[in-house]
């Protein structure tokens, strides 16, 4: 299996902030990489795809990058609503696996 | 505005079969290229997939669960279903329906999930 590994595994940040998330995959996998973002209770909600393609109506703060082993997801000016867990997740071979997730706080 | 929604029982005995079912409304389940996917999530932890299925009946599984699922479709009722045989308190989780789009080659429609608790 591919295994994908999030770093942080939590982060403490202010409304404005700019807040990057990083995912690395155990080998390559190409541009097969998506960013859910979840709440509490809630479902996963698919953000970016491709590894840098915005999901239709999701703001344009956040973005995402890489390909092969390292991307990252980048919200530019954190809003209040985007205090949540975020997962990366690839693809490119069977099964598909998901990051451990960061949780992203409000300091 | 394509919707999922899973049902079944939300305790299973220890041994015994789960079964899960997914509506999906809002479109035909065999429009359009996608898999129709099972996802769960334990409390607190992370997402693990589970398996999908083509319309045309093709299936993929993960292997660490190959030998107890089995993932089913209903194209005249627009549902798709899970079956994990043999289960254990390990399989106690919040359990998701989703969406692959090839195109995307990945989840863009979720379940709102569904708890289903191990226990005798």
């Known amino acids: 299996d591919v295994q994908m590994t999030q770093s942080p595994s939590s982060v403490s940040a202010s409304v404005g902030d700019r807040v990057t998330i990083t995912c690395r995959a155990s080998?390559?996998?190409?541009?097969?990489l998506a960013w859910f973002q979840q709440k509490p209770g809630k479902a996963p909600k698919l953000l970016i795809y491709d590894a840098s393609s915005l999901q239709s109506g999701v703001p344009s703060r956040f973005s995402g990058s890489g390909s092969g082993t390292d991307f990252t997801l980048t919200i530019s000016s954190l809003q209040p609503e985007d205090f949540a867990t975020y997962y990366c997740q690839q693809s490119s071979s069977f099964p598909v696996t998901f990051g451990q997730g960061t949780r992203l706080e409000m300091k | 505005q394509v919707q999922l929604q899973e049902s079944g029982p939300g305790l299973v005995k220890p041994s015994q079969t789960l079964s899960l079912t997914c509506t999906v409304s809002g479109g035909s389940i065999t429009s359009g290229s996608y898999f129709w996917t099972w996802i769960r999530q334990p409390a607190g932890k992370g997402l693990e997939w589970i398996g999908r299925i083509y319309t045309s009946g093709d299936t993929n599984y993960n292997p660490s669960l190959k030998s107890r699922v089995t993932i089913s479709v209903d194209t005249s009722k627009n549902q798709f279903s899970l079956r994990l045989s043999s289960v254990t308190a390990a399989d106690t989780a919040v359990y998701y329906c989703?969406?692959?789009?090839?195109?995307?080659?990945?989840?863009?429609?979720w379940g709102q999930g569904t708890l289903v608790t191990v226990s005798s």
């Open positions: 080998q390559g996998i190409s541009s097969w």
């Open positions: 989703a969406r692959e789009s090839v195109e995307m080659a990945t989840h863009d429609y």
